[in-house]
């Protein structure tokens, strides 16, 4: 089948990584298989598919993604393909408009929800957009549960068919990566680590927060970037522990930093399902998180949950994980049998079945 992946960008992020993997999962699955960005920066993502020989369509560097151009751009190419699978807000909403304008003929839409909530679902105006966009989809995915109850509580009424394919990581290579001893040279004795962008969706703040609850031979990785950057840096400044916190940017061996460090940290606002948290899981490290949307779903009953927010509860946490190694060993335990539920190949499989079912 004619597959086009559509995403504002190759970012950083669980959507994006979702999509670059899917894009050569699905080729090797004799797919033919093109990508589109409605921002086009340079990422590490999309050098990977370019030099794989994947067509990428890079519609625009700079401007939002919700300029009228993207709808235009993505006009023409929506008759070519059997499948469009949309990602995030305005692909999903220009995805429906450029198949409706187009008369988009056989063209199947697709559209995969990424979190439990959005801030568009507070938009009482907004909901008879969002119910006429998602009716001209032939599937909408939900990555969760959560997502799926919270999405069919919004589209009540709504025509649109919804289906539940959890996220998945390569649990093995996760499993099989090294700490690099090097890494943790100038670090304190103990080090949490946390891979995220910085959205306002996350809540890197309580970590820094409770880094300034625990003694001074802890220190927290930050790993990722993103436009709340200066604002974390200025708040790890304010809580004097800037020394404390290393902002690691984007990086290429997050399996090697994850099990370089001692526990394995995920602070958030609420998640769809979170591609680190499984991968955090996975690496046989201690992890703790938010008891939020979207998180609880995968770690309740393996890692340590903390009420959102708390940093008191988080610094407790992580000091007894750092601190008492059999209790350290059994959650670390539980939560790699966990991360093994949610692996890579199952929901290629899942997706892979839905694609040929529109055939």
């Known amino acids: ?65 919700y300029s009228p151009k993207m709808l235009f751009k993505l006009l023409p190419l929506i008759k ?14 220009y995805g429906a408009l450029a198949k409706w304008l187009s008369f988009g003929g056989k063209t199947k839409l697709i559209y995969t929800e990424h979190n439990t909530t959005n801030r568009r679902r507070n938009m009482a105006w907004f909901r008879a957009i969002d119910r006429w966009a998602y009716n001209r989809y032939s599937k909408i995915i939900c990555i969760s549960e959560k997502a799926y109850t919270n999405l069919a509580e919004y589209l009540k009424g709504c025509k649109a068919e919804i289906v539940t394919i959890k996220n998945g990581a390569d649990i093995s290579a996760l499993k099989a990566a090294a700490p690099n001893v090097e890494l943790r040279e100038g670090a304190g004795r103990y080090v949490i680590v946390m891979v995220a962008a910085f959205r306002p969706q996350k809540d890197q703040d309580t970590l820094i927060k409770a880094l300034a609850l625990l003694p ?73 998180a938010s008891d939020v949307d979207g998180l609880r779903e995968i770690v309740e009953g393996a890692g340590v949950l903390i009420k959102e927010g708390d940093a008191e509860g988080f610094a407790a946490q992580i000091k007894e994980l ?13 939560c790699e049998a966990r991360a093994a539920e949610y692996d890579f190949s199952k929901m290629a499989e899942e997706y892979n079945n839905l694609y040929m079912s529109l055939k």
């Open 322 to 334: 750092c601190t008492n190694g059999e209790y350290a060993r059994q959650i670390a335990l539980a």
């Open 80 to 93: 070519k393909y059997d499948i469009v699978h949309t990602h995030n807000a305005s692909p999903q909403l």
């Open 1 to 65: 089948m004619r597959i086009l992946y559509v995403i504002t960008s190759l970012r950083r992020g669980g959507a994006e990584k979702l999509v670059a993997q899917l894009s050569m999962t699905m080729r090797e699955r004799e797919h033919s298989v093109d990508v589109a960005l409605f921002d086009g920066v340079e990422t590490t993502y999309k050098k990977e598919l370019e030099q794989a020989g994947f067509k990428v369509f890079s519609f625009s560097e700079e401007g939002s993604v």
């Open 216 to 288: 001074k031979d802890y220190t927290l990785w930050l790993v990722g970037d993103g436009e709340r950057r200066v604002e974390l840096e200025a708040l790890a400044e304010n809580f004097e522990v800037a020394g404390r916190v290393k902002f690691w940017g984007v990086r290429d061996d997050v399996p090697t930093l994850l099990k370089s460090a001692d526990v394995v940290a995920f602070s958030s606002h609420y998640e769809g399902l979170s591609l680190s948290s499984i991968e955090g899981m996975a690496v046989g490290k201690p992890f703790v």
